[in-house]
């Protein structure tokens, strides 16, 4: 889970014997030049091809690629979706600064993943919803629940993912070429623009599919060179344990190493990331994030039948094991080897090398590149980061036309036609862009590390009600709408009130004594979910039991106890229009207008879709063939063995 993984970088730190200015870059080879331009053909190949091949005129076909996506691009879409530039320079950075622990983060995502296909989408199935607040109007009933969770979705995708992602990116870029960040993040998010406009979910699937080959190609060449110059695993314990900068602050022990650094479990009390809040408290931000975010429920609600749904899940599960040893392991790598830099403390040399006084363990990831990788791997390598940066952005941008078409729009506006709904989804994609270009500036002025540290925060103190919710309307049925409306409510005002204070302290630079109040200081903010997610279940419950329960006939396919009923669901609220697709007109209007129709999808024969009686017989069935059942189960264990054995050996 990458969520909040970028935030303790911000607490490592100091000294450096030669200072190159923020942004100083290297120039790139021919081959290197070369190796870049054959990755965006490629990229823009098989988005075209995706996108002609999509059925991209009806809403379904959009924004659920008709519902027509196998188990492997939505494997490889659920890691690349996850895996953002931010995830690449956040995740090294961490690990430069504090050791192996934060490698649990994404180790911690297969068992969700697994509760993803498992539990949480044959309920989503069984509803027939595309997403995530369409589910929680239906089971609920009302209006209320399903605008907040649409706009608060909205906000945390563009203050938070899209402006990590872009940051990261930029950081990437302007060290280890030194472009212009506007003109090279203006080009980028043209490109994907492009073709998440044009072909919608379908495209940006296989693209994503696409891209994670190249992900994980590259961060893999880029290990075995950096294991290869510590000499392997034995080397990096023993050169990352002394790995200590030559300019320190004095009486201070920031600059040294952890010693617990290589163990992922750490003390409940005093450790940076305690065993407790990362088995516990870790789960409850992964479940959002996995289970009940539209970014990640989409590409596993696409999924042609349940077991695709479930082996997309497995393959994602796998994929989640790598970064520990292709992005982690590869950050501390970089601080042994330029502890100077990386490892900075003295917070005056932190401004001079990165820009940043708390701490340059950021630069981890690009310093690595800029500094081991020969001619044409270079590259690579920055295919690999644009890689990172465009299958996040384009899952975020087509998720948040998703939620913004059908959830606010389509409520707006209930007699919106197809073609009226599949434009607005367009154009709010070309929006987003323009909010992300205007958002570099600010990500440009704030510090690097505080950045981070305000994104965790909004990401861990608005997720666990959120999770809450979703548990209750999942496996509770006498949860009703005024419970969940109440818990998502007070759930909100106790976590924006601890996210407030986090915003008027800032972190104290190493040898600096720490202002904040105990709530901030002593309560880690994974403790603090679990608290959070308590109270907002203790909230539902009550609120529920005083009031009025939902009859049974609202609930049919809705909860996990009733997913297989058979029985007629009255609805609490009125069906949405969005499956009902009607023949788009055919009049022939100006050139530019029948053009610009073509390359988005919305002429043609094949713009009329199945009946709506068809639709829904076929798509929200839970039937699977028993062998594929099978197949899926056994591997489902298998990789919860393989991940409960790499805890255990690095526990």
């Given at each position: 889970?990458?969520?909040s993984?970028?935030?303790?970088?911000?607490?490592?730190s100091?000294?450096?014997t030669?200072?190159?200015?923020?942004?100083?870059?290297?120039?790139?080879?021919a081959v290197?030049i070369t190796v870049?331009?054959?990755?965006?053909?490629f990229?823009?190949?098989?988005?075209?091809?995706?996108?002609?091949?999509?059925?991209?005129?009806?809403?379904?076909?959009?924004f659920?690629?008709?519902?027509?996506m196998?188990?492997?691009?939505?494997?490889?879409?659920l890691?690349?979706?996850?895996v953002?530039?931010?995830?690449?320079?956040?995740?090294?950075?961490?690990?430069?600064?504090?050791?192996?622990?934060?490698g649990?983060?994404?180790?911690?995502?297969?068992?969700?993943?697994?509760?993803?296909g498992?539990?949480?989408?044959?309920?989503?199935?069984?509803a027939?919803?595309?997403?995530?607040p369409?589910?929680?109007?239906?089971?609920?009933?009302?209006?209320?629940?399903?605008i907040?969770m649409?706009?608060?979705?909205?906000?945390?995708?563009i203050?938070?993912?899209?402006?990590?992602?872009?940051?990261?990116?930029?950081?990437?870029?302007?060290m280890?070429?030194?472009?212009?960040?506007?003109?090279?993040?203006?080009v980028l998010?043209?490109?994907?623009?492009?073709?998440?406009?044009?072909g919608?979910l379908?495209?940006?699937?296989?693209?994503?599919?696409f891209?994670t080959?190249?992900?994980?190609?590259?961060?893999?060449?880029l290990?075995?060179?950096a294991f290869?110059?510590?000499g392997?695993?034995?080397?990096?314990?023993?050169?990352?344990?002394?790995?200590?900068?030559?300019?320190?602050?004095a009486?201070?022990?920031?600059?040294?190493?952890?010693?617990?650094?290589?163990?992922?479990?750490?003390?409940?009390?005093?450790?940076?990331?305690?065993?407790p809040?990362?088995v516990?408290?870790?789960?409850?931000l992964?479940?959002?994030?996995?289970?009940?975010?539209?970014v990640?429920?989409?590409?596993?609600?696409?999924?042609?039948?349940?077991?695709?749904?479930?082996g997309?899940?497995?393959l994602?599960?796998?994929?989640?094991?790598l970064?520990?040893?292709?992005?982690?392991m590869?950050?501390?790598?970089?601080?042994?080897?330029f502890?100077?830099?990386v490892?900075?403390?003295d917070?005056?040399?932190?401004?001079?090398?990165?820009?940043?006084s708390?701490?340059?363990?950021?630069?981890?990831?690009?310093k690595l590149?800029?500094?081991l990788?020969?001619?044409?791997?270079?590259?690579?390598?920055?295919?690999v980061?644009?890689?990172?940066?465009?299958?996040?952005?384009?899952?975020?941008?087509?998720?948040?036309?998703t939620?913004?078409?059908?959830?606010?729009?389509?409520?707006a506006?209930?007699?919106?036609s197809e073609?009226?709904?599949?434009?607005?989804?367009?154009?709010?994609i070309?929006v987003?862009?323009?909010v992300?270009?205007l958002?570099i500036?600010?990500?440009?002025?704030?510090?690097s590390?505080?950045?981070?540290?305000?994104?965790?925060?909004?990401?861990?103190?608005l997720?666990p009600?959120i999770t809450?919710?979703?548990?209750?309307?999942?496996f509770?049925?006498?949860?009703?709408?005024?419970?969940?409306?109440?818990?998502?409510?007070?759930?909100l005002?106790v976590?924006?009130?601890?996210?407030?204070?986090?915003?008027?302290?800032?972190?104290?630079s190493?040898?600096q004594?720490?202002?904040r109040?105990?709530i901030?200081?002593?309560v880690?903010?994974?403790?603090?979910?679990?608290?959070?997610?308590?109270?907002?279940?203790l909230?539902?419950?009550?609120?529920?039991?005083?009031?009025?329960?939902i009859?049974k006939?609202h609930?049919?396919?809705l909860?996990?106890?009733s997913r297989?009923?058979r029985?007629?669901r009255?609805d609490?609220?009125?069906?949405?229009?969005?499956?009902?697709a009607?023949?788009?007109?055919?009049?022939?209007?100006?050139?530019w207008?029948?053009?610009?129709?073509?390359?988005?999808?919305?002429?043609?024969?094949?713009?009329?879709?199945?009946?709506?009686?068809?639709?829904?017989?076929?798509?929200?069935?839970?039937?699977?063939e028993?062998?594929?059942?099978r197949?899926?189960?056994?591997?489902?264990?298998?990789l919860?063995?393989?991940?409960?054995?790499l805890?255990?050996?690095?526990?």
């Amino acid at each position: 889970m990458s969520v909040s993984l970028t935030t303790a970088a911000g607490s490592s730190s100091s000294g450096i014997t030669t200072a190159a200015p923020p942004g100083t870059g290297t120039s790139l080879d021919a081959v290197d030049i070369t190796v870049v331009v054959v990755y965006f053909v490629f990229v823009m190949l098989v988005g075209i091809w995706s996108s002609a091949r999509a059925n991209r005129s009806t809403v379904r076909g959009y924004f659920l690629a008709g519902r027509s996506m196998t188990w492997w691009p939505i494997g490889a879409s659920l890691m690349s979706s996850n895996v953002g530039s931010g995830l690449f320079i956040g995740l090294a950075g961490t690990g430069a600064a504090g050791g192996i622990a934060v490698g649990g983060f994404e180790w911690n995502a297969a068992w969700v993943l697994v509760a993803l296909g498992w539990i949480f989408i044959p309920v989503y199935i069984s509803a027939g919803v595309v997403t995530m607040p369409e589910y929680l109007a239906k089971r609920f009933g009302g209006q209320r629940i399903r605008i907040y969770m649409s706009v608060l979705s909205l906000i945390l995708y563009i203050f938070t993912k899209i402006s990590t992602d872009i940051f990261s990116g930029a950081m990437f870029i302007q060290m280890s070429l030194g472009w212009d960040l506007y003109l090279s993040t203006g080009v980028l998010l043209l490109v994907t623009a492009a073709y998440t406009v044009a072909g919608g979910l379908t495209a940006v699937i296989y693209t994503d599919a696409f891209q994670t080959l190249i992900m994980v190609g590259g961060a893999f060449a880029l290990m075995f060179i950096a294991f290869s110059k510590v000499g392997w695993y034995e080397g990096l314990v023993e050169s990352y344990m002394s790995a200590v900068p030559s300019m320190t602050v004095a009486n201070t022990t920031c600059h040294l190493p952890r010693r617990d650094a290589f163990r992922l479990f750490r003390d409940p009390v005093s450790g940076d990331l305690p065993w407790p809040g990362l088995v516990f408290g870790l789960t409850v931000l992964a479940t959002w994030v996995w289970c009940a975010d539209q970014v990640i429920v989409q590409r596993s609600l696409s999924a042609k039948s349940l077991s695709h749904a479930k082996g997309g899940s497995v393959l994602g599960g796998y994929l989640k094991l790598l970064p520990m040893f292709f992005v982690v392991m590869p950050g501390m790598i970089s601080r042994a080897l330029f502890p100077d830099e990386v490892a900075c403390v003295d917070p005056a040399v932190c401004q001079i090398v990165c820009g940043a006084s708390v701490g340059c363990s950021n630069i981890a990831y690009p310093k690595l590149v800029v500094k081991l990788m020969p001619v044409g791997l270079r590259g690579l390598m920055l295919a690999v980061m644009l890689a990172a940066l465009m299958s996040s952005l384009t899952s975020i941008f087509n998720s948040s036309s998703t939620l913004f078409t059908l959830d606010l729009y389509h409520k707006a506006r209930p007699t919106a036609s197809e073609m009226e709904l599949m434009v607005v989804g367009r154009v709010f994609i070309l929006v987003l862009v323009c909010v992300s270009l205007l958002w570099i500036p600010i990500i440009q002025t704030a510090n690097s590390g505080q950045l981070f540290d305000y994104i965790q925060s909004v990401t861990s103190f608005l997720a666990p009600p959120i999770t809450a919710v979703f548990l209750m309307a999942v496996f509770w049925p006498r949860a009703n709408e005024q419970g969940a409306f109440w818990g998502l409510m007070v759930g909100l005002v106790v976590g924006l009130t601890r996210m407030v204070l986090e915003f008027s302290y800032e972190t104290p630079s190493c040898g600096q004594p720490d202002p904040r109040p105990a709530i901030l200081a002593d309560v880690h903010y994974l403790y603090f979910a679990l608290i959070l997610l308590a109270l907002t279940v203790l909230i539902i419950a009550a609120v529920s039991l005083a009031t009025t329960p939902i009859p049974k006939e609202h609930l049919y396919r809705l909860t996990w106890w009733s997913r297989h009923s058979r029985e007629p669901r009255i609805d609490l609220t009125q069906p949405p229009v969005t499956s009902v697709a009607p023949r788009l007109p055919s009049q022939p209007g100006s050139c530019w207008r029948r053009g610009a129709l073509r390359l988005c999808g919305l002429t043609g024969a094949s713009s009329a879709s199945v009946s709506l009686q068809v639709e829904h017989s076929e798509l929200n069935s839970l039937q699977e063939e028993p062998l594929w059942r099978r197949v899926c189960d056994v591997n489902a264990l298998l990789l919860l063995a393989v991940n409960v054995f790499l805890w255990g050996y690095f526990a």
